[in-house]
Nanobody, 122 residues
């Protein structure tokens, strides 16, 4: 098991940027793939990005070219750099971790953070 804590959310104007962090506890972070998901009110949880053990990356169609996922295993932390933000990016953003391969389905992840709110104003 790994405990996850997100930070870096906030209020930003459309076109702006935010960088989210996902800090993990434990000494085996490098064995976990990390995914970022988001959930807006009344909507299902949506895949945003994921990064595998070898730093291979995957992105949801709505964020490709705007968001970048990365990880620093020495710091037990994963990041989500969000640029060119749009009002439709407004949601609670969650990071999640699973052993080995990254996937795009939230049901594949057994470890979740508490979420951080991102609000993009028009």
């Amino acid at each position: 098991q790994v405990q996850l804590v997100e930070s870096g959310g906030g209020l930003v104007q459309a076109g702006g940027s935010l960088k989210l962090s996902c800090a993990a506890s434990g000494r085996t972070f490098n064995r976990y793939a990390v995914g970022w998901f988001r959930q807006a009110p009344g909507k299902e949880r949506e895949f945003v990005a994921a990064i595998g053990l070898s730093a291979s990356t995957y992105y949801g169609d709505s964020v490709k070219g705007r968001f970048t996922i990365s990880r620093d295993n020495a710091k037990n932390t994963a990041y989500l750099q969000m640029n060119s933000l749009k009002p439709e990016d407004t949601a609670v953003y969650f990071c999640a971790a699973r052993i080995l391969a990254a996937t795009t389905s939230p049901s594949d992840y057994g470890n979740w953070g508490q979420g951080t709110q991102v609000t993009v104003s028009s």
